[in-house]
């Protein structure tokens, strides 16, 4: 289990979206898409010999704290490099001290802007890829997966699956307000032994509310600390897989005699 060296990155000048889509087999940036009025800060992701005639899963990533959009290139090839349209926003708080450190936090603006950037991006990568409407994910890192939990149990009917890497669950502003419609959306939550972030009291407390509430939920806890591994994203690709391939069957006629 080797650890991921995950950090901030430096936020690189504006790119035009011309410029972007000139190189679909490897990850791409843009600060602004085509016909958005607003500044978009997003991280782009194609998988290696995308072929646009199959209609791939959408994996939209949050940063973790003091991140940005640009971890994408960090993750994704520990998590694969073939199976998933990716796509990163941007966090919504800056960090005052550097321009390059932003985290979620959980404030009635802020959620409201990171669902209007997380609406925005999948839009985004809907235009400049073929993905399949009802194959779009969310995870996130630390304070990006509490926040992938907020806005997918806030739109429960958007996504096909929410995950969270040390991020613990939301608790207030009442997260689970639409209980009735997240029972069918599949929930992730990975931990570590030794965390600081997502301590053991807390992962049980969630783990009891997701139960009583009726949710999907798989649990993947590792040795070690708050560090994110190979392991994890490897696990991570494999839920998000089982997720797809149990869709397929559902999707596939019944045979006939």
């Known amino acids: 289990m080797n650890r991921i060296a995950v950090g901030s990155i430096d936020v690189e000048p504006s790119t035009s979206p011309t410029n972007c889509q000139a190189a679909p087999d490897r990850i791409m940036r843009s600060r602004r898409d085509a016909d958005l009025a607003v500044e978009l800060p997003f991280a782009t992701f194609a998988p290696i010999h995308y072929e646009a005639r199959y209609a ?31 796509i990163a926003p941007r966090g919504t708080w800056q960090n005052k001290d550097s321009r390059a450190r932003f985290n979620w936090r959980q404030t009635p603006d802020t959620i409201e802007h990171a669902e209007t950037q ?45 995950g969270a890497l040390h991020g613990p669950l939301p608790s207030q502003l009442s997260p689970l307000r639409r209980v009735n419609e997240l029972r069918r959306l599949p929930c992730l939550l990975t931990t570590s032994q030794d965390s600081i972030a997502y301590p053991e009291n807390r992962v049980c407390n969630d783990l009891r509310l997701l139960h009583s509430a009726g949710c999907k939920v798989m649990l993947r806890h590792y040795p070690g600390d708050d560090g994110l591994t190979d392991v994890m994203l490897a696990d991570v690709n494999a839920w998000l897989m089982d997720l797809v391939c149990a869709g397929n069957r559902h999707n596939q006629a019944p045979a006939t005699a």
């Open 56 to 86: 791939y899963p959408l994996l939209v990533w949050l940063h973790g704290d003091d991140g940005n959009e640009l971890e994408l290139r960090q993750i994704m090839p520990h998590v694969s490099m073939r199976n998933y349209v990716a």
């Open 118 to 162: 997380i609406a925005n991006c999948i839009s985004a990568a809907q235009r400049r890829f073929n993905i399949h409407p009802k194959r779009i994910f969310v995870v996130g890192r630390e304070s990006g997966g509490t926040m992938a939990y907020r806005v997918a149990w806030n739109n429960p009917s958007r996504f096909a699956g929410v």
